[in-house]
C-alpha cells in the first residue's frame, strides 16, 4: 500500500488553507493591536511631560509647578500649564463611590431575586428580556433621564448624587446580568446538597449559593463600574458642570468629571491644552487599566472549577 | 457480610461436613469389623446429619453465585468445594451401605479372610479420604497426587480378593455372606474414586487445570 | 448467607407506601407504588431507566417539592407519619431523611465547613469538633483527612468527595439515608469502599438506594424493588413496582418474568 499517495495528496491543499486562514487572522489582530498601539503612544507622549515633567512658570510671578502632583491637586485654570485635575479627579472618585454603594446591593439583590426566587411565569421573563435590552441602551438616554428623575423630580438639582444615581441606572443591567451568570454558573448540586441537609431555602442561597458567586458578582460590579467613569454623555446631560474650581463636599453639590473634564480641555484653541487633555486621558486611561486588572485578579483568584 | 468471609465460610463448612463423614466412615468400618449393629444404626442415624451439611453448603453456594457473581479464583473455588461436598455426600451414603452390611451378615456366616480384606479396603478409602481432604485444605497438589495414587492399592485389594473366591467357591453356606461382601467392595471401590474425585479438585485449585487422575 | 432471624412481619417499618404515585404536570412518572421498608436494612431500587426510581426516591424526603408542577398522590408514611401532610414541614423532614446525589456534591469550602454548614443550620452546634471527627470516621474517611480538615473540599477525589457527602449527611444525625445512584460517578475500587461502608452504615441507619447496576443491588442489598415502565394510553411510558421481596428470592427465584429477564439481562 502506497501510503503516501493516500494520505499525501489532500495534505498539502490543507496546508495551504490552512495557511491563509491564519494569516488573514494574524493581519485582523496586528491591525488591532497597531491601533491601539498608536493611539496610546500618541497619548502618552503629548501628555507625558505635562503629567510628569516640572516647571517654573511666568518671569514676575515665578510659579513652580510639581508634577505628577499638582496636576492632580490643581483646580482648573485659564492657563494650561496651571490647570489642574483636582476637582475633576475627586468628582469621578464621589461619584465611584456613590456607584458602587448603591449598585452592588441593587444588582446584587436583584439577581439573586430574579435567579433564585422569582417564579418563572411571564413576568419575570419579561423583565429578564428588557434587562438585556436595557443593556444596550444609549448612555444618552440615562442622562436625559437622570435629568428628568434626579435632579428635577427628586431634587437633587445637579449634584454628584444624581451623577451617581444616573450612572448607577447605567450599569445595572449589565451587573444584573453579569451577577446572575455568576448565580447561574452555582451548579443546582449545590442547592440540592445544602436542602437535603434540612437548610431552608434561605439558608441554601446565602450560606452556600451567594458566597460562592461572589468574586463573578464583584468581578461583573468591577467591570461595570469601569465603563461607568470613562462615561460622559449621560453625566453632561443630566448637567454636571464643565468648569469646576472646587471640590465637592456634600453629595449635593456641583461637580464634574474626568472625561468632562478633558473633553472641555480639547474645546480650547491653544495648542498647549493638547497636552493638558492627554495628561488627563492618561490618568483616566490608568484608572481604567487599574480597575480591570483588579476585576481580573479577583476572577482568577476565586475561580472555581466546578 | 463481605465475599470473602462468605467464600470463607463456604470451605469451613467444607470441612465441618468432611469432618462428619470421615467420622461416619471410621465409624462404619470399624463396626464392619466388629460386627457392631448398634454401631452400625448409629452410622446410619447420623447420614442426615451428613446430608443437611451437604444441602447448607449447595444452598449457600447458590446464594454466593446469584448475590455475588465471583469470578477468577473465588469462582474456582466456591465451585471446587460444591463439587468437593458432593463427593463427600457420597462417601457419607458409603457409610450407610456399610452399615446396612453390617446388619446383614451380622448373622452370616462370611469367609473372614474375605471379611479382612474388606475392613482393610474400607480404612484405606478413609485414609485416601482424610488425606484428600487435607489436600484440599492445605492446597497441597503433592499430597493429591500421591494420594490419588493409592487407588491402585485399592484395585490390588480388590484382585486380591478375586483370587480368594475360589478358595470358597465350594462351601454354599457362605455365598450369601460372599455376596454381601463383593457388593461392599464394590461400593468401597467407588468410595476411592470420590477421594480422587477431591484430589482432582485440590490440584485444579492450585494449578488452575483440570486434570483428571 | 445472613440467614434473617425475624421474618417480614416482626420488622419494624420504616416507610409505609401506600398507592403513591409521582407526576409531574399531566405526565405520571411512576404509579401504583405500595410497599414496606424495613428499618436497618439496606433497600434496592433497580430497574431500566425512565422507570420512575429516581423521582420515587426523592418524594421520600420531599425533594420533589422543588420542582414546580411536581405532584404526590397517595400516602408515604414515615415511622407512621404522612410525610405530605399539611403539617408537616419538608425541612425537618429532610433532616430526618437525608439524600447522597448521584454526582459527589460537596460545597466548594473547606472539608471542615462541609460538615458544620448541616450543623449549623440544624442548630446542632455543641461540641462541633467532636461530631465532625464523629461524623467522618463513621463515613470511613477520617484517617484520610484528619490532618487536612482545612483543605478545600474539590481537592480531594472521587470517591473520598462522595464519603464526605456521606459524612455531612449522616452528621445532623437522620434516622434514614437515600442513595441516588451514589456509585455511578466513581470507579470500582471507590465503589467497592462506598459498598462495604454502606454495611456498616446499616447498622446505625437504614438505608434506601437507587441503583441500575443489579449486581450492586445483589451484593449490598437485604430488600430488592424492581420497577419497570409500561406503556399508557397516550403514548407514554409510566414506571410501575414489579416485585418486592428480598434480595435472595429476587436473584435466586423470582416470582414475576419480567423479573427474571431484566435480571438475567434480556432486557433494559
Redesign the interface.
Known sequence: MNSNSVFSKTKKEKQLKELAFLSILYICVTVAIVTLMTLIYDVISTGYSRLFNDYELGLINKVTIDNPRDFLTSLDSRDPLKAGIGPAFAGTVWLMIIVIFVTFPLGAGAAIYLQEFA??NKLTRFIELNLTNLAGVPSVIYGLMGLAVFVRLAGFGRSVLSGGLTLTLLILPVVIVASREALKAV?D??R?????????KF?AIF??VVP?AIPGMVTGMVLGLSRAIGETAPLIFMGALTYVNYYPDTPLSGFTAIPIQVYNWIGYPQAEWKDTSSAGIILLLGLLLSMNALALIIRNKFE??? | MSLELKIKNLETDLHIMGTLVLDSLVSAVRALEDKDTARASEVMDKDDEIDDAYMKIDQDWFELMATEQPVASDLRLSTSILQASLHLERLGDLSVYLGKTTHEIHDLPIPESLHKIVVEMGDMVIEMASTALESLKNRDAELALSTARKDELINNLYNKMLNEVPNISGNKDLYSGLFRLITCVRTLERGGDHAVDICELASFLVTGEFKEF | MDTKTKTQKELEHVFTVRDVSVSYGDFTAVKNVSMDMFKNNITAFIGPSGCGKSTLIRSFNRMNDLIPNASVKGEINYQGINLYDEEVDPVQVRRRIGMVFQKPNPFPKSIRENITFGLKVNNMTDNLDDRVEKALTQAALWDEVKNDLDKNALDLSGGQQQRLCIARTIAVEPDTILMDEPCSALDPVATKKIEDLMQILVKDFSILIVTHNMQQASRVSDYCAFFTTKATDDGRRTGELVEYSDTKTMFTNPSESLTEEYISGRFG
Open positions: 417564579p418563572k451548579p448540586t449545590i440540592q446538597g445544602a436542602l437535603a441537609l434540612g437548610s431552608t439558608q450560606r452556600q460562592s472555581k472549577d466546578w
